[in-house]
């Protein structure tokens, strides 16, 4: 028999085992209603929520008069003004995704290397910017170089002060997404072996020399991945480019105004494709082809801690750079509940208590709108993120692979995409849900549900399958299964689910900016639009109040944990 026959007589028993593979384990499947009926859902929610909205703006993106069209890209192509919007979110993108790569790498090397004082500072700064609205800074900005501004105006006294455009943007996006570069870097650089530097050291090379010619090396692709994911959040950003934007418009924001300000929804889906395809490939390029070059294993396991570094020419520029960015971003944001009692900005500078008043006389409704919501949407999104993590994990089922791509994609997609997608989806017969509190509540499990996933994911593959599976084979249900051993197992990734999903929830604006209403008007959309009518005081007095809801709940939760025997550490939050 000749190569090729054998080769094909070869693909053929491969295929035929893999099919009788794939029908045994159908089999089981529909022998476990719940395991099937978990299944369904999952597979229901997923290409409801994520898949059809995306789905439905493709679709409308290519309608022109009722006919399929490529009018509104080629108006995209044609009109200077779009095409300048692209290049402004690219350009933004761009320059943030460095400027806070290398802030971030800063504050990682300081705390993982170097010994200085106030390190818990550092993982205080890296959490703020997830409690608190992702526009408090901008507002802050505002309040310090603003045309009524302290510095600008108190201080220098420039009556023209323009802190509004790109250079304003680059410096609230730096300060808020710094931290993601910060988060990624330092727990690489800890896993760096300290002998492969400590060998170099002893034979004679200096600090810079170590640190040039095998530090950076080993952390590379490690920076290219957090520079990747910066570059995702800004172009995705929608609450700093709408407060502080002025005339310097991005792609999220020309998306809200095209299909709300000026009714042009299948304009705004052609831009929003676009932005899609921008934050889908940079999220591709990060997690498929540079997540896999990470070279910082590879002496495996640390052998043992690091000796910190304290050679003051070292210590020294480190410490002062550290401190001083940490009081810059510590002063924006105590900015904000200083602002809150304060008459008027730049005018009246007295204090009083009427801001304070409005809100818990007549503007009280976003707040516990978005509180009602918030603690309606937290348990839902912890415990569907851990079903599927545990059925992409540990079951096989036809389905599996579209369920895991699907929901590692959605971490990518821009809010203002999956809020457009839902107003265009969900506005008509057969389910209309805009204006409930129902499509709220989806956006905010769908928005939070990711990270969910992949922390429950990441805590099931560090778990040997075989308690389960003897629990499986003794003729236990995959619910007893669940419920009895899996969720005690990954309580730590569960609970950090709950806290991120909670805080998630009460600060997320580029998403529910397209589903609020007036019977659910919530609390960051009310915010930004006091920043826009000019009420800087109410807009403090309502984030204000986020970051201490948010703060306090996240307090509570990790106390009422750590009573339930989940240790501090493993809360990731």
Known sequence: MSNNKKQIVKDKSNFQLRMITEVEVMKKVFSDPILLGAIVTVLTIVTMFIVFPLVNILKESFIYEDKFSIHHYSEIYRLSYNKDIILNTLKLGVTVSLLSTVVGFIFAYASAYVKIKFKKILNGIAILPIISPPFVIGLSAILLFGRMGIITRGIFGMKNAEIYGFHGLVLVQVLTFFPVAFLVLVGLLEQIDPSVEEASRDLGASRWKVFSTITLPLMAPGIANAALLVFIQSVADFGNPMVIGGNYTTMAVQIYMQGIGSLNMSGATALAIILLLVSVSAFITQKFYLGKKSYVTVTGKVSRRRELISEKKVVTPLSITVILVSIFVGMMYILIPIGSFIKLWGVNYSLTLDHYK??????????FDTLKLAMIATPITGILSMVIAFLVIRRKFLGRAYIDFVTMLSIAIPGTVVGLGYVITYNKPPLVLTGTGIILI??????????????????????????????????????????SITIPMIKPALFSGLVYAFARSMTLVSTIIFLVSAKYNLLTVATMSQIDQGRIGVASVYSTLLIIIVGSMIALMRFALSKMGVSQEDIKL
Do not use: H, N
């Open 358 to 367: 409005y809100v818990f006389g007549l503007g009280f409704k976003p707040i």
């Open 442 to 483: 989806i956006a905010f499990v769908m928005r939070s549900m990711p990270v969910g996933i992949r922390s429950g994911m990441a805590s099931l593959q560090q778990i040997d399958p075989s308690i389960e599976e003897a629990a499986s084979a003794l003729g236990a249900s995959s619910k007893k299964v669940f419920t």
